[in-house]
């Protein structure tokens, strides 16, 4: 393991070449995340990390055999983790997998996989989203007896120096990052520093740029672009879980029976101003005041998960015709749908 804090470096130049490899945001590609431009490129799922199954990972595929759903090269958490009928044993896995960054240990073989695969395996630079709050803490406030804490922000010691802090940044589209650099195992660098939750480099490739990993916060599983042998090298190797990936691959998608439960919902509440929907990983409870011409209206979610979790939401609709507003019900409806796989 490598156990050194980051090298930080002010020289955000060398991630230039980047930015111009990336299709726009709005395209919903793998190449909005990872550039565009290699030969080959995987899609490495990042497990479930379940406190009640002893601190063991859960991978993708032992889920997919417990819901009965096929691991598809496409497919997303929910593809296996919400299915249409309920299995006869209880799920494997509580919650959903870490978004935002690679399980350690996987980033570690990654990086011993990745390393032969450039002439600079000991100058890589590597990329750490700059919005992790790392520099600020919570603490329960003093409050009267019987009364919840009030959660108060607290300064507490940043683990990312002042200069750098201050200093610039990797600026992409749509996120900016703090830059270091270091051998190819440096990637979990950041992990090794309190106060950062165990998080590796979001982004990382070695100084020849003959490959490029990415982790975008937003999605469980982190992308890899490079010559076809290291792809097909990370795809054979059985201690990571990785599928294989196009560069115009879509990064999300919405199964036919989740899109087809949220269509009944959006029905329901244009019929009678309430539905409600119940699944094989928990519920969906819907209301919808429609809009006027005199006020906005409000459309109200409550999902309760199978394993006891739950959520509430609400969302204002302004005034349009009902296709439109039946559209935007079902594009909330679908997102409180996929909430139930990992709740």
């Not at 939750?197 to 740029?209: E, S, T, V």
């Amino acid at each position: 393991m490598y156990r050194n804090g980051p090298l930080w470096s002010a020289d955000v130049g060398q991630a230039h070449w980047i930015a111009g490899r990336l299709t726009p945001w709005d395209a919903h590609t793998v190449t909005m995340v990872v550039p565009d431009g290699f030969a080959a490129y995987a899609r490495v799922l990042h497990p479930v990390e379940t406190p009640g199954n002893g601190d063991r990972p859960v991978r993708w595929a032992e889920v997919a055999v417990w819901s009965g759903m096929p691991l598809r090269s496409d497919a997303q958490f929910h593809s296996v983790a919400l299915p249409q009928t309920a299995p006869g044993e209880p799920p494997p896995f509580a919650g959903g997998p870490r978004e935002g960054g690679l399980y350690l240990p996987d980033a570690e073989i990654l990086a011993a996989i990745a390393r032969d695969w450039t002439a600079t395996p000991e100058d890589c630079w590597f990329c750490v989203w700059d919005g992790f709050g790392w520099d600020t803490v919570s603490r329960s406030a003093f409050t009267p007896a019987g009364e919840p804490p009030t959660i108060v922000p607290k300064r507490s010691a940043d683990p990312v120096p002042p200069s750098v802090r201050d200093g610039p940044r990797v600026r992409h589209p749509n996120r900016n990052y703090l830059l270091y650099r270091g051998p190819a195992e440096a990637v979990i660098a950041p992990a090794n520093l309190a106060g950062t939750g165990g998080q590796c480099a979001n982004l990382w490739w070695p100084a020849d740029r003959a490959w490029c990993v990415a982790s975008e916060i937003d999605l469980p599983w982190s992308y890899i672009g490079g010559p076809r042998g290291l792809i097909d090298a990370v795809l054979a190797d059985r201690r990571v879980e990785a599928l294989p990936a196009a560069p115009d691959d879509p990064v999300s998608r919405v199964e036919d029976w989740v899109a087809g439960w949220a269509s009944d919902l959006a029905d329901g509440l244009l019929a009678r101003g309430e539905a409600a929907l119940s699944t094989p990983r928990g519920s969906i409870e819907a209301w919808l005041r429609r809009p006027s011409r005199m006020r906005d209206g409000e459309l109200r979610i409550r999902a309760t998960g199978a394993g006891g979790g739950y959520s509430r939401s609400s969302s204002h609709l302004g005034l349009r015709e009902d296709e439109q507003l039946r559209a935007e019900l079902t594009h909330y409806l679908s997102y409180a749908v996929l909430d139930l796989a990992v709740m």
